[in-house]
């Protein structure tokens, strides 16, 4: 399993990827739900319910019985990272590779769990100096 260190420690690239889900679910409501985590995934209310008690367990999320999914500011640092890695990524390849968004976007998020921070900045720099703007992260 692909394991990532954050400044906050090791997390595997499944649980960055709930966090970025959460995450993007809470901009459009603020109460985030497993069965909403479920459908974004396109994986069962188990496999979240499970996943979620991880993330719980771990400090990034909070989460009262049957109650909405909110980020802690570990989870939310976590989640924005990533999303902007991915943002950063997607970009990259469609304005230099010309690949299209559907494609550059499943790419990106295959990619987001894989590439180093010190990659990452570079990537960041590059996208800069070339006038790209990635979709921003709030």
């Not at 499943?106 to 894989?114: G, I, K, L, P, R």
């Not at 570079?122 to 070339?130: I, M, S």
């Amino acid at each position: 399993m692909n394991r990532k260190t954050h400044i906050i420690g090791t997390i595997t690239s499944s649980k960055e990827d709930y966090l970025e889900c959460i995450f993007d679910l809470s901009k459009d409501d603020e109460k985030v739900r497993s069965i909403d985590v479920a459908r974004k995934l396109n994986v069962s209310r188990a496999s979240v319910n499970k996943s979620l008690v991880g993330l719980k367990e771990d400090g990034y999320i909070e989460q009262d019985p049957y109650g909405p999914i909110t980020l802690t500011a570990e989870g939310r640092a976590i989640a924005k990272e990533v999303r902007t890695r991915h943002n950063a990524l997607r970009a990259f390849l469609i304005a230099v590779l010309e690949v299209d968004y559907e494609t550059a976007d499943v790419d990106a998020c295959e990619m987001e769990h894989a590439i180093s921070k010190t990659t990452a900045n570079k990537l960041y720099e590059y996208l800069k100096e070339h006038g790209i703007k990635p979709d921003p992260v709030e």
